[in-house]
């Protein structure tokens, strides 16, 4: 089952913008300091200086090298519609200090992002740790408010992006995989998210039903064991009639059909004895109901003996009106054993009964799937088809989070620099022009970030990319292809050029696209290559040169 077309296929109008999908979303999903921030820059005559912040990560998730930047759409929404009503001004001044003046109320009263500039990596794209994916410039007051809810939206995106591009890795490009793990999910919002995050990230459809309506994603879905143990026989099957496909004719007892179609299976195979009649009642009903959908959860009772007979005994039925099933879903058991069985049996079904394409019939997986159980069932050899993967994946089980963080580079055009007995911690200051530069064989070698006004890399031209931080690691790279990163999506009141946003299914083709030409060792699951980010040398000498500068000078006594 597809959903209609809906949010995953259209393009955003050229007008106004809507807002962000969650409406929790507003200038209140903020942390008190950035409005005690907001009120000490007020007090001070400072909240009009101009700054630059950047937003970056600074270690790539679940071991890997690798992340999928998603969330901007969101930010570019809140962005688009920030304005404080009087109602969460009054409740700011409730929250604040009764010392506050109300000068500073009045101010907030015509607060709104008109003059903030959001450059930013095209959601989608495969990015690495310390390169901005959104560079924020404005008046300080404001894009500190900006600060945490930017973090919010793009920190569990762009993590479980990157956890279903993991999965997708690992399980292949020819598999299905489904996403099911709204029940499990933290929360409405974690739901929602992950269902959209999730298909960015290279699943092919959701059991949400409410992210298929807000964003066109498409639905798979079945029928629960519940719905199979709710049968007791085949008596309870009131309506037996079925209409062929081709609606020539009609078929006063499908129950019949069925009955008879199990008992040529059984004397064809003669491995099984009785199945279980309730769960013949259920599979027999739910195809009446879907007989273009017939898709049977077969580990209610047991797989071989009865659930997998049981199936192809209605598959067979419908076949005979001109229909098609779709398959079987396995939630149990040693699923690489049983899924190997299964097929076995269906190509034995096809053979002894000439059904053309029955042994191809779709074998899904379910079962609390992770990473590595679809590595384990790669390496046992499987006849798994689709995977339907939960708790897990939406949970991002593996890392909790991705750690995104926010920090001044520049205000009113100087550079800042934020240090830390931590060098991984230590900022890279000003604003910066990323790019990244490719090699002949077509991978991506490294990304480097310049100063704002430095010649940009040319193609074929011999450059000097320097590790941040440590003076011994550098090299000199020849690009094949030069691709600026960062592009502007909100241009505030100047008159720069505005990218528009894509429609999420182009999100989702881009992220595939980008995975497909990274370099196979950067994507190993296991101890991968790290990639390379790097800075100009002129860019090297300047951080080098303000660190020292900021740096206070012990003295020993």
Known sequence: MEAKENGANKKPSSGAIDGPTNPMVTPLLTDLYQFTMAYAYWKAGKHQERAVFDLYFRKSPFGGEYTVFAGLEECIRFIANFKLTEEEIDFVRQ??????????FDYLRGVDCSDVEVYAIPEGTVVFPKVPLMRVEGPIAVVQLLETPFVNLINYASLVSTNAARHRHVAGKSKTLLEFGLRRAQGPDGGIGASKYCYIGGFDATSNVAAGKLFGIPLRGTHSHAFVSSYMNLDEISDKSLRRKDGSSTCDDFVIVVQTWLSKIQLSNGVFGETNQSELAAFTSYALAFPDNFLALVDTYDV?????????????????????????????????????????????IEKEFGVPEFGKLAITASNDLNEETLDALNKQGHEVDAYGIGTYLVTCYAQAALGVVFKLVEINNQPRIKLSEDVSKVSIPCKKRCYRLYGKEGYPLVDIMTGENEPPPKVGERILCRHPFQESKRAYVVPQKVEELLRCYWPGNSDKKKDTLPALRDIRDRCIKQLEIMRPDHMRRLNPTPYKVSVSAKLYDFIHFLWLNEAPVGELQ
């Open 304 to 348: 071989m003996r009865s659930g997998v007979p049981n199936f192809c005994a209605v598959a067979l039925a419908l076949s005979d009106l001109g229909y098609k099933a779709v398959g079987i879903r396995l939630d149990s058991g040693d699923l690489a054993y049983l899924s190997c069985e299964v097929r076995k049996f269906f190509r034995s």
């Open 95 to 104: 929250s604040l200090s009764s010392s506050c003046e109300d000068g500073f």
